[in-house]
């Protein structure tokens, strides 16, 4: 990740363990985009296109799990927190709406 760690505040948004998991996925996301970076600087050829390109639509990949998995976990969160049925919809319309902007 970066220089200085990233601290987790508690709260409702998503438990504390789904911020882990997506910090970390994040983190392996940043470590791909590094390595394209270098890739790119280090091309000489033509064909080292085709492993930078490789290495792009992984991490492309890699950030459209984070962005299913925040979406899920915070289905999950939200709808479990929820006070009765009509609240639960209402977050699960607010998430879905979300996912249609920006899916």
């Keep these: 990740m970066s220089d200085m760690p990233v601290k987790i505040v508690h709260g409702t948004a998503l438990s504390d363990e789904q911020k882990k998991d997506l910090l970390h996925r994040l983190a392996r996301v940043e470590g791909q985009i590094r390595g394209v970076q270098k890739l790119i600087a280090n091309a000489a050829v ?7 390109a490789q290495q792009l639509a992984a991490a492309r990949k890699a950030l459209d ?3 299913v998995t925040l979406l899920t976990d ?7 927190a929820a006070a009765n049925p009509e609240q ?3 977050s699960a ?7 249609d902007k920006f899916a």
């Design 65 to 67: 799990r984070a962005f």
């Design 93 to 99: 319309r607010n998430l879905a709406a979300l996912l």
């Design 88 to 90: 639960a919809e209402k």
């Design 74 to 80: 915070a289905i999950v969160t939200h709808t479990a």
């Design 46 to 52: 033509p064909a080292d296109c085709e492993g930078v």
